[in-house]
C-alpha cells in the first residue's frame, strides 16, 4: 500500500510539473514560435485535474521492469498517456484531429515532450523518496 501512495503522490508532482511547463513554454511563446497553438491558463481548474491524472498514470510504476532506473522507467511510462492523449483525447474529448494536429503540425513533438517531462519528474520523485 505504501508503495501504491508514493506512486500516486509522485505521478501528481508530476503531473504538477508537466503543468508547469506548458504553462511556460506557452507564456513565454515557446509553442507559438513553433506554430503550435497552446495557451492553457495557469488555475486550479487546469492544474488540479492534470495532477489527479497524473497521480494515476504514476500507478503504472508497479509494473515490475527497470526497478532500479526509476528516472528511464518514467520517461519510458510517459509513452502511455502521450498515446492516450493523442489518439484518444484529441480526436474524442478535444475535437481535434488525431494527433492534436489541428493545433500545429509540431502538437504531437510537444506532446511527447511535456509527458516525458511528467515522467522524469515523477521518476526522480520516486527515486528521491526511497
Do not use: C
Amino acid at each position: 500500500m505504501k508503495n501504491l501512495l508514493v506512486y500516486f503522490a509522485s505521478g501528481s508532482l508530476g503531473g504538477l510539473a508537466n503543468s508547469v511547463t506548458i504553462w511556460l513554454f506557452a507564456r513565454f511563446g515557446i509553442t507559438k514560435m513553433f506554430g503550435v497553438s497552446l495557451a492553457p491558463a495557469f488555475s486550479p481548474e487546469r492544474i488540479y485535474p492534470r495532477m489527479v491524472w497524473g497521480g494515476i498514470w504514476g500507478l503504472a510504476f508497479i509494473l515490475p521492469f527497470m526497478k532500479s532506473r526509476l528516472i528511464s522507467k518514467g520517461l519510458i511510462l510517459s509513452l502511455l498517456p502521450t498515446l492516450y492523449m493523442l489518439f484518444i483525447v484529441f480526436p474524442k474529448h478535444s475535437h481535434q484531429d488525431i494527433l492534436g494536429m489541428g493545433l500545429g503540425m509540431l502538437m504531437p513533438v510537444f506532446v511527447v515532450f511535456f509527458n516525458a517531462v511528467w515522467g522524469f519528474f515523477t521518476g526522480l520523485t520516486m527515486k528521491v523518496s526511497k
